[in-house]
């Protein structure tokens, strides 16, 4: 047999082969190479996420106290209790006489909030009134007054009979 002859069908074994055995795996890496890519990719978006994620957490920890000033200032329920006693605190470092407290019949709902509407009667000096409003500003709770009625006892100078009408604020959930 001829030299040529022998070197042509060994090349020709080769291609063939090539395109059945060699061709095909090509396919597949390239196939494992997009795929490689793709995972990357997840992973870095996965970890930037993650990372997203922990610091938002180091956020929300850091601002945990004024998260719970927002939240006593507008608390999620109506908390009563927590109005009563802040209102008769507030009458009593005054030196204001607590006579009645008396809430609206329904919080009514003002967009995300509920107002909570209270009557209050109180026995003393314009200084006293002074010094409860004062306290109530400074109140981490929120109040609005939304009128005062004072009037002068008779037959006591200095004396006041006093009527505030104030509105208190809660979320709406």
């Given amino acids: 047999m001829n030299k040529n002859l022998f070197a042509t069908i060994l ?3 080769e291609l063939i082969l090539f ?4 061709l095909p795996r090509f396919d597949d ?7 490689h890519t793709q995972r990357t990719a997840l992973l870095a978006d996965t970890e930037a996420a993650q990372k997203n994620i922990v610091k938002l957490n180091q956020d929300y920890v850091g601002q945990q106290a004024s998260i719970n000033k927002i939240l006593l200032a507008l608390p999620r329920k109506k908390q009563l209790d927590y109005l009563t006693s802040s209102l008769q605190a507030a009458a009593q470092q005054s030196g204001l006489e607590l006579r009645s407290i008396s809430f609206g019949d329904a919080a009514k709902k003002k ?11 109180l026995f003393g000096r314009y200084p006293a009134l002074l010094t409860m ?7 981490l709770r929120l109040y609005d007054v939304s009128r005062i009625q004072v009037s002068e006892l008779s037959g006591s100078t200095g004396s006041l009979n006093i009527t505030l009408d104030l509105v208190a604020y809660s979320l709406s959930i």
Wanted: no cysteine; charged share 20%.
């Fill in 11 to 13: 090349i020709s074994a």
């Fill in 19 to 22: 395109f059945l055995v060699v």
């Fill in 29 to 35: 890496w390239s196939a494992a190479r997009e795929a």
């Fill in 111 to 121: 967009g995300e909030y509920q107002v909570i509407e209270m009557h209050i009667e």
């Fill in 133 to 139: 409003l004062g306290n109530l500003e400074q109140s």
